[in-house]
Each structure stands twice: as C-alpha cells, then as structure tokens.
C-alpha cells in the first residue's frame, strides 16, 4: 500500500459486497470521495493511492440508524465523541441517533438547535437526527414538521407507547401519523403496552421482586405484541408507513410478517443483535470482573450485575424466542439491523448501580423500576453479525447470507431514511465509506469480545465473551482512512483511530422508501375512498 493521500484511490483486489457479491478481484475508483467507478483494472496515476484489500470481502460503511447519544435521560451515556469514535471502530461510517422533546418544550427548534450544538465537531462518521416526540402540539404538527423536512432534512419521527415521561396515547399517535404521511416522514414507534408493563410493576415490587431479573418479567411478550398491534391498526387508519423499532417478540413479529405479506402494509421491522444474541438468563448474571486503581482484574459476586443486561423491550427468555428473531431475518420481515445503541455505565451513581447507590442514601430498597434502560452496541453489531455471515461454524439458522448482512445493517436503512443515493450501497456516485475486512484466515481477524477493545465511553459490554471471526480492519469515510485497526499512531488517539471528531457532517435527508408493503392500501372494512371523506390526502 503507497502511503501518500492523493485525490484518486484505487481499491484493489476486494470482493466486494454492495447488495450483490461480486467477483473477487475489482477494483473500485474513488474521486473527491465519491465512488467513480468499479471495474476489473482501473487506470492508476503517481497520484493514485491504492489500497490492497488483499482478497478481503469489502462492504458498504454501516448505516446504524438507531444510536442513542447525548440524550438527557442517560446521563452517563455515551456523549456524541465517544460514541461515534466507536461506530467508526465498529465500521460505521453513518449513525442516525436523536433529538428528543421534553414535555416541557413546546417548539422543536429549541430542541433540535441544541442536539446539532451537542454534535457539531464532535462526531466522527457523519451523522442525521430524528425527532422524539413527546408533546405533538397544534404548532408542531401544522407548521414546525414540515419546517424540519424541509430545512433540517429531518425526515422520521420516533414515537413512544411506553415510559411515563415519553409515552402517547394513541390520538396523538394517529395525529402525528397523518401528518408524517403527509409530509412523508417515516414513523419509527417503540411498541410496549405501558399499563400493562405498569401493573406487573406495581405487583412485582409488591411482592418485593425488586431486583434486575424481574424488569424482564415485568415486560412480557404480550406488552410488545399487544402494542404493535395496535401501531399497525394505527398506521392502517392513517395510511402511512411505519417501522417498529427494536423488535423482540416472536408474536409481535408474526404481527408485522402478517401486516406485511398478508394485508400488503407499509409495516418495517427493527431488531438488534442482543435480541439474537442474549437471553433474560443474563439479567440474574451474579458474577462482574472489578478493576481496581492498579489495573487489577477479579470476580467478585454482585447480586446487581444484571442491571447491566436491562433494556426495553427485554432480553427475551427462551432459545426459541431468539431462534424466532434468527427467522423473521431470513424470511424478509426484518428490513433493518440497529444497535439501538443506549448505554449508560455500569458502576456510577448516574448509571445501572443507581437504585443500589441511591438507596444506601436513603435506606431504602433499591428496584430495578430505576435501572436506566438501554444496552451499548454501536461498534458490536457489524462484527458480530459479519461473523453470522461468513463464519462456517456459525450455528444453523442462525446465519446470514452475505447479500442480506449489507441490506440489513447498511443498503435497507440507508433507503429507510432518505440517504438512497449517498450511503448504504458500493456504486458509482455513491460516498466512498467502506470497510474492508481482513482477509479469511488472516491472523488479526479473529477477535473474543471483551470491553477493553471497545471504544465507548462505557464500562462494560453485553457481548463480553462472544468470539466473532472478523472485524473491520480499514474504514473509509468519504473516500478518506479513518480507521485503521492496525495502526498503533497517534498522540492524542486511541489506537486505529485517525479520524478526527470534526470529520462527521450533518446529513440533511431525504424522504424514505418504502421498502415493504404499498402505500394507499383500503384498511380493511373501509369503502375505497372512505378516508378521503376525513383525512386531507397527499396531493
Ligand atoms: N431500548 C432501551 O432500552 N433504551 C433506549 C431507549 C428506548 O427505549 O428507545
Ligand atoms: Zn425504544
């Protein structure tokens, strides 16, 4: 590999994944970070830099769409250095992560002034909001939607069924929904029933089941399947395209695979690699490694390790619900793979430990009702699902074709969310983010996650001890080095790290693409047309 950066990169000897695998061998031309062409032998100049990718399989940069950063409510969470420093070293080349309204805040333009202040020059891959909604006011609906599309280039909206300080009924749903529809902004919806998760709560804590297991047991499947059932009658009546976020529930998904296949709806599907990965076993988990002052490592018993597992909805019981999520992926009900990276650090008084600290304050008895919720996985979900790609030992039914590991975690997303075009693909006219993965076999590929090679700002990893056979050696964002896993460099960067927290730009999005389903579907018992009697219909 010639070291001197010039304009044009030539990126030999790959096999290259876009949503095809194609012949190994191509080389692909990189001009003003754009990809330029894509051809077998591609003219190179003194000027060229050619990077050898040594028979390694290339693919698109990832497009995780789902990060939680610098959100007020997670404190001790990644803020937006830290976590996308560790998308990038994870092979993300593009993170979509939010700005969230308070109830208190009655216009979003506040709201969405400051998350571009808590991102701006401080994020590594580039980067987009989308907006929670909490308080859909008159204004915001008529008026302040349509300003975020057409100026901010914010196209999605994430809804909330469940957490009391977030959570909307199911009117203010419809409303936003209709007006998304107009506006054709993507739905995203967090589906939980929240009374239902309210009154399990109440008992259990009643019964003084108060510790981290019991958050899984107070969140059943039938809280998630009942509630997107709901967001999908919804979505029905406002005609619009949704996707249900972070799925976990074997019944909750047939419901979508039905909405899709059966009634031919605009209903996506999200799910994570701790959905197919991790079970509700590990929220009883006794046993943590401490680190001392002295660098020092030892077990040691912890009867609130499993606060470190707690995320919403929960780690599911059985390996048949996990086998469950492994098949809705292969029949096509899935359309994207994010991390819904939402992490917050173990041991701190901010973090999963809260309840226990707090309560040796106040001698009271600590619950996990006060875990914060969330998991970190921005820079463990393309190694670990590559390595359900290309690993032959990777169990039966629980792989994935090479095609469908880009479409998920990069191509599908990309299109989701306006950015078809630009990311998510390896074509020509495309921004240059790639990750060029070692070649098989290649000594370094092999890796058994543990947090100490992680590059977030969070104490701990879910996937500790999952031994994943690649992970992205070189990153190209726009056509530029950024991460280079082999490099030990620099002052003042973590190892790999050449990047700079200034590189990521704000991406002003388009509107998404449907990806499953049709637009305009009759909901069922209604009268071809019915809804134009009440609903103003998109011009
Ligand atoms: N998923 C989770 O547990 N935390 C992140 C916040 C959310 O639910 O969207
Ligand atoms: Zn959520």
Known sequence: MRQSWASSIDLASGRVTAT?????????????????????????????????????????GGVDTHVHLHQDNAPTGDKWLTGSRSAL?????????????????????????EYHNRARD???????????????????????????????????????MTYPAMK????????????????????????????VIDIITKRLLKYHHTQPRYHAIARPQIAESEATNRAIALATVASTPILIVHMSSPIALSHARKAQ????????????????????????????????E?????????????SRHICAPPLRHSEADLQS?????????????????????????????????????????????????????????????????TNPSAPAGRRLSLPRFVELTSTNPAKMYGLAGKKGSIAPGYDADLVIWYPSGHNDAELIIS???????????????????????????????????????????????????????????????????????????MKEGEQNEWMEMVP
């Open 294 to 306: 002295h660098g020092h490592s030892h077990e040691t018993e912890d009867e609130w390790a499993g």
């Open 261 to 292: 296949s059966k009634a031919l709806l605009p209903v996506h599907a999200e799910t994570c690699p701790h959905y197919m990965y991790l079970l509700s076993s590990e929220l009883a988990a006794t046993s943590i490694t401490m680190h001392d």
């Open 325 to 389: 999520v492994w098949d809705s992926v292969n029949n096509g009900t899935i359309t994207v793979i994010s991390s819904d990276h939402a992490p917050t650090l173990y041991n701190s008084s901010g973090g999963k430990r809260k309840p226990l600290i707090d309560a040796k304050a106040t001698n009271s008895v600590p619950t996990f009702v006060q875990v914060p919720n969330g998991l970190p996985g921005v820079e463990t979900r393309l190694p670990v699902l590559f390595s359900a790609a």
């Open 451 to 525: 947090n100490d090679v992680l590059h977030h700002s969070i104490d701990y990893t879910p996937f500790d001890g999952i031994k994943v056979c690649n992970w992205p050696r070189y990153v190209m964002l726009r056509g530029e080095m950024k991460w280079n896993r082999d490099v030990e460099l620099s002052e003042g960067h973590e190892k790999g790290i050449l990047g700079q927290p200034s590189d990521g730009q704000y991406l002003k999005r388009g509107k998404g693409q449907v990806l499953v389903g049709r637009l305009g579907q009759t909901p069922p018992g």
């Open 89 to 113: 070293a994870g092979g993300n080349t593009t993170i979509l992560a939010f700005a969230s309204q308070k109830r208190t805040d009655e216009s979003l333009f506040p709201v969405v002034e």
């Open 122 to 160: 401080q994020s590594y891959v580039d980067y987009g909001f989308h907006l929670i909604l909490t308080k859909p006011t008159e204004s915001i609906l008529e008026n302040e939607l349509k300003v975020m599309v057409e100026r901010e280039g914010i196209t999605s909206v994430k809804l909330y």
């Open 20 to 60: 095809e695998i194609l012949q190994p061998g191509l080389s692909i031309g990189v001009k003003g970070g754009i990809i330029v062409a894509i051809a077998l032998s591609l003219p190179a100049g003194p000027e060229t830099k050619v990077i050898d990718a040594e028979g390694a399989y290339v693919t698109p």
């Open 168 to 195: 909307l009924g199911d009117g203010d749903m419809l409303e936003i929904m209709m007006q998304a529809r107009q506006l054709g902004m993507t739905t995203m919806i967090h589906a939980e029933n929240s009374d």
